[in-house]
């Protein structure tokens, strides 16, 4: 089965300690994108990538930090400076990048942090 | 940068009345424009996508989307709502200048059967 996957669904940590997110995709897709969604805000970007070892902020990047050593994986560590990290972290993919925008993205389950 | 709206943040509404979630977007140039719909415990699913051509776009389970170029507009329609389409509505745009999706805050669909 293609798709998106993240792990895990849940994750609770404690305050003042860095964590880690996993996104892994088989769709062969060249982009990848980490989302924060909150009540009432939507979601909100926090980095993107088009292609392996290249990645850019996007609109809430404080805070968080990313890698993308290998196409399939995008994961995202939210650190002890982001100050609210609570919150449900969605990662999706594109599957062509470069000049092209006519993508639609492909979401996977989330995974829901708190931080206590 | 681009920002989007999507005015109605939750909506009531009885089987069999029809829906209109407006979306307007800020940025003038080229846009690929998308509603997503999260359906409770679900991931996020695209129902329609608009890219070029007909403005009016189909998409599944009986929903369409107009887009009108003049009014930076995407609205989503629906002539006949169902218990089943209770769940939350993102309105999305992409433009040529930063190739991610940017989002609107959502609205939540209630239908009251």
């Known amino acids: 089965d293609g798709g998106i996957t993240q792990s895990p669904k849940y994750l609770f940590r404690k305050e003042g300690q860095n964590v880690t997110l996993s996104c892994e995709q088989n769709l062969n897709h060249d982009a990848m994108y980490w989302y924060r969604q909150d009540p009432g805000q939507g979601l909100r970007l926090i980095y993107y990538?088009?292609?392996?070892?290249?990645?850019q902020k996007g609109d809430i990047a404080e805070g968080y930090s990313v890698s993308r050593e290998k196409k399939e994986s995008f994961p995202l560590t939210v650190t002890s400076a982001q100050k609210n990290p609570t919150a449900f972290y969605l990662c999706?993919?594109?599957?062509?990048?470069?000049?092209?925008?006519?993508?639609?993205?492909?979401f996977g389950q989330g995974t829901r942090l708190t931080v206590v | 940068a681009q920002s989007v709206s999507q005015h109605n943040h939750h909506v009531i509404l009885s089987e069999a009345a029809s829906l209109e979630l407006g979306c307007n977007y800020s940025y003038g140039g080229t846009v690929n424009l998308f509603w997503y719909v999260q359906y409770p415990g679900q991931h996020l699913q695209l129902l329609l996508k608009y890219f070029s051509g007909d403005p009016l776009v189909k998409g599944i389970k009986g929903f369409e989307a107009e887009f009108i170029k003049s009014k930076f507009s995407f609205n989503l329609r629906k002539p006949s709502v169902q218990w089943s389409d209770t769940a939350e509505y993102f309105c999305a745009v992409k433009d040529t200048g930063r190739r991610a999706l940017t989002f609107g805050s959502g609205t939540r669909l209630q239908v009251q059967p």
């Open positions: 990538s088009q292609i392996v070892n290249d990645f």
């Open positions: 999706a993919s594109s599957p062509r990048a470069g000049g092209e925008v006519n993508t639609e993205a492909f």
